[in-house]
């Protein structure tokens, strides 16, 4: 069965460094979904991206983040000067339909 | 502000029995809802979609939606030890309950 794949599975990085987080969404799917969970909190949804272009973002996805498709199957989110709270589980979710998302693995990312 | 609302539980039932989780979400103007169950360390899974009032099933799942109290539930028949995880109501693709705990007792 086909599935959503993140690398890395868990990423260590400096105060201030920039990171960059990668997907691979199921194939046909044409909805792109990033999420992050800090540890015990809820699912916060920070961007869509459809056609290309952001479709929605929320009030977490500030300047610091952006989203690329590079490619025909990669899908990244780049935080550009991480901070100690960017440390969560940040999920990656595609869809053929809007909103309906299966979720990768997740990469857990720690800022120390 | 657009909240979703879930009791954190823990829901504790015995095996076999059936298991209610309910949502309760603030935009009226919503058209489709999600339930996922996220074990411990582990991404959310889906396991129902529900864009209509009235009650979905799929196997010992059974999605409830009533647009007019802004009102989501989710039933489990037959519920296992298994199914014990954290079960996340959703609006849209955008908004995330904080999750239901579901104990399922052998």
């Known amino acids: 069965e086909p599935e959503v794949t993140q690398t890395p599975s868990h990423q260590v990085t400096q105060m201030g460094q920039e990171v960059i987080l990668r997907c691979v969404p199921i194939?046909?799917?044409?909805?792109f979904y990033w999420y992050r969970q800090i540890l015990g909190q809820k699912v916060e949804f920070l961007v869509s991206?459809?056609?290309?272009?952001?479709?929605?973002k929320s009030e977490i996805f500030d300047d610091q983040f952006s989203v690329e498709r590079p490619d025909g199957s990669n899908f990244t989110l780049k935080i550009r000067s991480t901070k100690l709270e960017d440390s969560a589980m940040y999920f990656c979710?595609?869809?053929?339909?809007?909103?309906?998302?299966?979720f990768g693995p997740g990469t857990r990312l720690t800022v120390l | 502000q657009k909240e979703v609302e879930q009791n954190s539980g823990p829901l504790s039932v015995p095996e076999g029995a059936i298991a209610s989780l309910n949502c309760t979400y603030s935009?009226?103007?919503?058209?489709?809802f999600f339930w996922y169950r996220q074990y411990s360390g582990k991404s959310p899974e889906l396991i129902m979609s529900?864009?209509?009032?009235g009650d979905k099933e799929d196997g010992r799942f059974t999605a409830q939606l009533n647009k007019a109290s802004q009102y989501v539930s989710l039933l489990i028949r037959d519920s296992q030890p298994s199914d014990s995880a954290t079960y996340l109501c959703?609006?849209?693709?955008?908004?995330f309950g904080t999750g239901t705990r579901l104990l399922v007792s052998p």
């Open positions: 979710a595609s869809s053929e339909v809007p909103g309906l998302g299966y």
């Open positions: 194939s046909n799917h044409l909805y």
């Open positions: 991206f459809y056609n290309n272009e952001i479709s929605e």
């Open positions: 935009d009226r103007g919503s058209q489709s």
């Open positions: 529900i864009y209509s009032n």
């Open positions: 959703a609006v849209s693709a955008l908004v």
